[in-house]
């Protein structure tokens, strides 16, 4: 399943000096592949594209910012809806 993750955080807690965006989701995470990731950087926003079967996989993916960072995640597909 693809997934659209937006990823938010505080400037405040914003990671540039610290590592920067990448340090906010684990790339390794089983189970998840990346398909894309773009940036509002000035928003303090990532949007990704993932593909995932597993809710702990999106989770293991996320766990990195999750004391930086607020996260919505979405369903999405490729397939239009046919009448």
Do not use: W
């Amino acid at each position: 399943m693809l997934f659209h993750i937006t990823q938010a955080h505080s400037a405040d807690l914003c990671p540039k000096d610290e590592g920067g965006s990448k340090t906010l989701y684990n790339p390794a995470a089983e189970g998840v592949k990346l398909v894309a990731m773009y940036g509002a950087f000035p928003e303090h926003v990532i949007y990704y594209i993932v593909e995932a079967e597993k809710a702990d996989a999106l989770e293991a993916f996320l766990l990195p910012g999750f004391k930086r960072c607020t996260s919505r995640i979405t369903p999405v597909s490729d397939v239009p809806i046919v009448k």
